[in-house]
């Protein structure tokens, strides 16, 4: 894809208020800098620059009020200049909201600061700014003609422009602010000989500003070589709008991030063959393109059509609110379109989406009863189309799905839809091997991992009794599944049966158990290795299998960030924990529960890269499938079960007064300026002889989460589990899908009410509750700026911000934060650049884990490191490891954390850690009492 055109609106800022003239000088009174900043965000500004006018002429600092309530105000990437003279200057920015901090007067008069900044903070914060002119008559020639000058223009600096900005990336910078001081105030068009003199020298993001009156002078700036266009009075005064200027770029070809469904304009051919009523509405149909299923029904209008066609993602019209939503906004979950079709009266829209998580607000994945008879359509979005005689709707997938003419044809139609098989999937059956020798030889001729799979019907089956009898607790083997907010469960659940190798460190390196695959890295940073065998073996996804057929499962402990950072490490490794452990999965299992299948996957990896002995790999994926099929039929032990619930008998790894003692220290820390939040933890142990799996199924019971995980890591020589971990974790630090990047900061909670009117009272309370919107707000920040490393600029997005999410026990805030991988970078670049969550460390990061090391006595193993996988595909979905226990030679350890700010009550935050490690506890105590229905063991 090509990068979208960032269109950035520049608040000029003296003594509190936005201001305006030419060169800075005759300056005129623009209006407040909050208010503007709201408005060009709701404009659809893909960024927003704040510059201090004002700022180096009185040889003061910036203001850093207006930064931060600004920064309270816009979800978009803020840019701050003017009076940056050093790291700390910096320092301070960020903290207050800042994403990136221009650099001018100070980097000139020491370039190196520049080197520094990039290395402290990394080149995505560091933007250089050269404000550049001709050369005047009379002054120092340049190689160029251009020089660089200071001072809001004022000042020559003595320097030729190009050079110091070829100078710059080689510093580090991340972009060149480039302002045209000749061009700047007077409304004549962006310098382009500036701009293209400059793009010739430089390979980083080019910002061009000065000059800009009207729309149609943005273009000419991105043929010169810019990435971005940045303007100041023309927004203010509204005599341009930020949708005029992206009008105008796409109209000249470049590709914009269009604000919203107004702005995109439907193409005419499509646009002639809609059926619209009276309100330039069309009826939708949504439809789950995997099983057919009728998921919703909605309107949209043209630029909601064209806005789906360009996007991908479905948006619609609300009549009763008379704006545009879209699935998600509500529900937090997504329907990625795959097909969109338009019947041939074209009265109808059809959408065929791959839904994540529920459709309906009652949790479910469609709004409609299955078993219900439609007999009078007067209620749907259709109705007013369906009595027209030459209405088509009864067309609207094809072949697979059709609307019966007649009232008694509904029910056999409707079970016909719900079992249609989506277009472009062959009908595959049940119990078939899918895949063919014919089909294997041709996809290992180009792919080192080839899965074979057999898809059965198993609606009896459940993902823990396939669990019992095709995994055993045996070593290498693991269990995921989802439980969506509000309990709805996911659609699919994956089971690991074997694995062939893991990738560990030993002694603080790379190190393989098992069998190697030739050409992967097998020492050094074990990141490194990771990425070796990711690239080694990656396999593009085959359509019509499941979303997960192979990859590397496993966790990566909170330890493994000394890969990253540079941290201390004097904790004790009391636990003989490794920092990651990654299987190399070869045989696993998919339940879907929409359909009732389960997909059994045999892989066969070419561990040697050859072309030999392809059929017999072929030969033995098949009799592993068998081996499973077998597996399946035979007696297993009973799952029929009651228990109670008693009050576990735990040990404290320090005292309360211990703890509290050491929340003190933290909060010295605060004070002095070293972080502005520190996660502190602490451990918890509970003896028992208990099965893992016992207590998967409690937490199960008790607190269903996102992310449910148990997982048996296995002796060197996989001859035995060394330990289990279990746990059920509501958070993500990172997901890489198809190249989009997500993450979703959960900060801020209430525990759930004992009724509805209670349980909205504490909604209302935690949304009104300023410590935690001031905390859930730097974590958001924290995960822009984190996606910001890997990301293309200008597509970091908050896409659903502080929504309230409910689970069993608690609600919290959450929000999701989005971007497109850059080029050259991998679903392992994406997983560093965020780890740890910033909820388990604190900020800023580096800071707040140098205090963790030197407040917490031991090392802390799974906890606030990930439990999930990264496939070949080039995709990865990591939980973060909270209300996780570690099962270990007869022992249940559980860490719990919480946020220190400054004014944090001691008393409160040792209760939080223990309120946090109860889930898991709790399950352990419970499932020690787990015995037959009729009362024996």
């Known amino acids: 894809m ?116 990039s290395q402290r903070f990394g080149s995505q914060c560091v933007v250089l700014s050269v404000d550049a002119r001709r050369v005047p008559d009379g002054g120092t020639p340049q190689p160029s003609g251009f020089e660089v000058t200071t001072h809001g223009g004022t000042r020559s600096a003595g320097i030729d422009a190009i050079e110091w900005a070829r100078r710059g990336e080689e510093l580090g910078v991340g972009e060149i602010l480039l302002n045209s001081m000749d061009s700047d105030g007077v409304k004549q068009g962006f310098d382009s000989e500036l701009i293209s003199a400059v793009r010739q020298v430089v390979h980083i993001p080019v910002i061009a500003s000065g000059g800009a009156g009207e729309a149609s002078h943005f273009p000419p700036a991105i043929d010169s070589g810019a990435n971005a266009v940045l303007a100041a009075s023309i927004f203010h005064f509204g005599d341009v709008s930020i949708s005029e200027v992206k009008s105008a770029l796409a109209a000249a070809g470049h590709e914009v991030r269009h604000t919203g469904p107004a702005d995109y304009p439907l193409d005419p051919s499509i646009a002639a063959r809609l059926k619209r009523n009276d309100r330039g509405l069309v009826p939708a149909v949504v439809q789950d393109v995997h099983s057919g299923e009728v998921l919703m029904q909605a309107w949209m209008d043209d630029h909601a059509l064209a806005y789906t066609l360009a996007t991908r993602r479905g948006i619609y019209w609300s009549r009763s609110r008379s704006e545009y939503w879209v699935k998600g906004m509500t529900s937090g979950h997504v329907q990625n379109v795959r097909e969109v079709r338009v019947d041939c009266d074209g009265d109808t829209i059809l959408l065929k989406v791959d839904q994540t998580g529920a459709a309906c607000h009652t949790g479910t994945h469609t709004c409609f009863d299955s078993d219900l008879v439609l007999t009078d359509s007067s209620s749907t979005p259709g109705a007013e189309f369906a009595d027209d005689e030459n209405s088509s709707n009864k067309n609207l997938a094809g072949e697979s799905v059709s609307t019966a003419e007649k009232p008694e044809d509904n029910a056999e139609v409707s079970a016909s839809a719900r079992s249609s098989t989506p277009v472009g999937v062959p009908d595959l059956g049940a119990g078939r091997t899918t895949t063919t020798r014919e089909r294997f030889r041709e996809l290992a001729a180009h792919h080192r991992v080839v899965p074979v799979a057999r898809k059965i019907l198993a609606d009896g089956e459940t993902p823990l009794s396939a669990y019992n009898a095709l995994a055993q607790d045996k070593p290498g083997t693991f269990l ?73 499962v496993g966790y990566c402990g909170h330890d493994a960030i000394r890969f990253i950072e540079d941290i201390p490490d004097t904790c004790d490794n009391d636990l003989k924990i490794p920092e990651m452990m990654q299987f190399l999965v070869a045989d696993m299992v998919a339940l879907d529960h929409h359909e009732g299948t389960m997909w059994l996957i045999a892989n066969a990896f070419n561990f040697n890269g050859s072309d030999d002995n392809v059929d017999e790999a072929y030969d033995d994926a098949v009799r592993r499938l068998d081996s499973l099929t077998e597996r399946l039929k035979a007696a297993r032990e009973p799952m029929v079960n009651s228990f109670t619930t008693p009050e576990p008998v735990v040990r404290r790894q320090r005292t309360a007064d211990e703890h509290m003692r050491r929340i003190e220290l933290c909060k010295e820390h605060i004070r002095a300026g070293d972080a502005f939040q520190i996660v502190l933890s602490q451990r918890f142990e509970i003896d028992t002889d208990v099965r893992a799996r016992d207590v998967y199924r409690m937490l199960k019971y008790s607190n269903p989460s996102p992310y449910m995980y148990l997982m048996n890591i296995p002796s060197d020589d996989f001859s035995s589990v060394e330990f289990t971990i279990v746990g059920s974790s509501p958070e993500s630090l990172i997901a890489v899908d198809n190249n989009v990047v997500t993450t979703h900061p959960i900060a801020g909670s209430r525990p759930r009410g004992a009724t509805r009117k209670a349980d909205l009272q504490l909604e209302r309370e935690l949304a ?25 600029p200008g597509t970091v997005e908050v896409d659903d911000f502080r929504h309230i999410e409910r689970y069993s026990h608690i ?46 006595d031991t090392r802390r193993g799974i906890y606030g490191g990930t439990v999930g996988y990264f496939d070949f595909s080039g995709n990865t979905d990591q939980a973060i490891a909270i209300r996780t226990g570690v099962l270990k030679d007869g022992t249940m350890y559980v860490q719990a954390g919480g946020g220190i700010v400054a004014d944090s009550d001691p008393v409160a935050e040792d209760e939080e850690t223990r309120n946090k490690a109860a889930a898991v506890l709790r399950a352990t105590a419970a499932a020690e009492t787990i015995v037959d229905v009729d009362g024996s063991l």
Request: glycine fraction near 10%.
């Open 480 to 552: 995921f599944e989802s439980a969506e907010p509000g309990r709805s469960w996911s659609r699919w659940s994956f089971i690991g049966t074997g694995a062939r190798s893991a990738l560990t460190v030993r002694d603080r390196e790379a190190a393989w158990l098992g069998t190697t695959p030739e050409g992967v890295q097998t020492g050094g940073n074990p990141f490194g290795a990771l990425k070796s065998v990711l690239k080694e073996l990656h396999t593009d996804p085959i359509e019509g299998m499941p979303p997960m057929t192979s990859g590397m």
């Open 768 to 792: 009104a509750d300023s410590k935690e919107n001031s905390e859930h707000l730097m974590l958001v920040d924290l995960g822009r700026n984190d996606l910001g490393k890997v990301c293309i």
């Open 811 to 856: 609600m919290h805030l959450v929000s999701m934060v989005t971007g497109q991988l850059a080029p050259g970078m991998t679903a392992v670049d994406a997983f560093m650049a965020a780890f740890p969550a910033g909820t388990l460390s604190g900020a800023p990061k580096t800071s707040a884990l140098t205090i963790i090391d030197q407040l917490e």
């Open 2 to 117: 090509s990068v979208a055109v960032r269109v950035i609106p520049c608040l000029d800022v003296s003594h509190g208020r936005v201001v305006k003239g030419v060169n800075f000088e005759n300056l005129r009174d623009a209006g407040d800098p909050v208010e503007l900043a709201s408005r060009c965000d709701k404009e659809g500004a893909d960024e927003l620059t704040l510059l201090d006018v004002s700022a180096s002429t009185e040889a003061r600092g910036t203001m850093l009020d207006v930064v931060r309530r600004t920064a309270d105000e816009v979800f978009i990437p803020l840019t701050v200049g003017g009076g940056v003279r050093s790291a700390d200057d910096v320092d301070q920015l960020l903290r207050a909201g800042a994403d990136k901090v221009s650099i001018n007067t100070a980097a000139i008069k020491r370039p190196e600061l520049l080197r520094e900044l």
